[in-house]
């Protein structure tokens, strides 16, 4: 986006918000209804920086490289096919600013170690990844917040400890130096609860998901592996929708399932193979349109690379104004 396109909306763009993804694997509808659904709203109200996080990738595929460059293909694909627009955002790759890599430098002197391995993220892996750049993620994630002087971080409640870390290390900043930095903050939404086909949180790692480039058989096929109510055994028996992976999805993609699945489930009228069937239906009728973006977008690579290149541009004339800001209050600018 131009700038000049955004100011023609001056009194709705007050705040900006950095929003990232991992460029982890294929995404599902976990990440279209908790995520990306939410930043497409976002991008109307706010000025929107949305990043690729691949650096913050490396820290667990340091040594399988190989696939990244597909990775964030894909990831870039799903944005804009979602909708997010590169008129209203600006979305790029993280390594492509490099200017996130000095501010995390920069905020690491400002944190302590013991705080970093307090941190559940880091307990829950140290055992499996305990490289310095992993210890470190949070840093670098504060880093990409506070660089585009982000006021809000629309993150799941799992982040809820990395905000609140950035948040920390802008006011460290600003108190030891100058005030340069907003004290960011997470913006957590109401999203709807999507578990997997193990009635697990879906994750693709899990292998329980329903990926957005899944074809609709394939997402039919999925469905029929779903857990469901396991006293509800055979058409007839009375089920329990409020426990079932199934009607939460019916929740997010069948209109009116309160009144159109529940009641005949608990009956025992609508057996759970019908059930999956007009969710299947349901779900392929709302990703339609998803879809076929998507497969227009694969059609023409370098107009998403385009869209990467734009995106970082932009996003680093706002980081390197943020720089100069910070070298000065750190009386570093030797030249300046
Ligand atoms: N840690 C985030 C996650 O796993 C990804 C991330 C990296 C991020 N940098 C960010 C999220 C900045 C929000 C803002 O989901």
Redesign the pocket.
């Known amino acids: 986006m131009t700038d000049s396109k955004a100011e023609n909306h001056p009194a709705k763009k007050k705040e900006t918000i950095?929003?990232?993804?991992?460029p982890t694997g294929s995404l599902h509808i976990g990440n279209l209804e908790g995520a990306l659904k939410n930043w497409v709203k976002l991008q109307d109200e706010y000025w929107m920086f949305c990043?690729i996080?691949d650096w913050?990738a490396l820290t667990a595929e340091y040594r399988d490289t190989k696939a990244m460059k597909e990775t964030v293909f894909d990831v870039a694909v799903n944005f804009l096919a979602a909708g997010l627009d590169p008129d209203k955002c600006a979305i790029f790759i993280?390594s492509e600013v490099k200017e996130h890599a000095e501010l995390h430098l920069l905020f690491s002197m400002l944190i302590t170690v013991p705080t970093l391995t307090r941190l559940p993220t880091y307990q829950e892996k140290k055992d499996t990844l305990d490289s310095y750049g992993f210890l470190g993620?949070?840093v670098?994630?504060a880093a990409?917040?506070c660089l585009y002087n982000a006021h809000k971080?629309?993150?799941?409640k799992?982040?809820e400890k990395?905000?609140w870390l950035?948040n920390d290390l802008a006011k460290r900043f600003n108190n030891i130096y100058r005030k340069v930095f907003n004290e960011p903050e997470a913006l957590f939404t109401e999203v709807p609860t999507i578990l997997g086909a193990d009635n697990r949180k879906m994750s693709k790692s899990l292998d329980n998901h329903i990926a957005l480039d899944f074809t609709e058989k394939q997402t039919e096929k999925r469905i029929k592996t779903f857990y469901t109510d396991p006293t509800k055994l055979r058409k007839g028996d009375p089920g329990h929708p409020e426990q079932c992976p199934i009607f939460l999805l019916h929740q997010v993609y069948t209109p009116k399932a309160n009144d159109e699945i529940a009641p005949p489930c608990k009956t025992g009228e609508l057996g759970c193979v019908d059930c999956k069937m007009r969710l299947a239906e349901n779900l392929n009728e709302a990703l339609r349109l998803l879809r076929d973006k998507r497969q227009k977008l694969i059609k023409n690579p370098d107009d998403v690379w385009d869209v990467l290149k734009v995106g970082a541009d932009r996003a680093r004339s706002r980081a390197q104004s943020m720089m100069e800001k910070v070298y000065r209050a750190m009386k570093t600018n030797y030249r300046g």
Do not use: F, K, R, W
């Open positions: 950095l929003s990232g993804m991992q990043c996080v913050h993280q993620y949070p670098l994630q990409d917040i971080v629309p993150v799941g799992d982040q990395h905000i950035a």
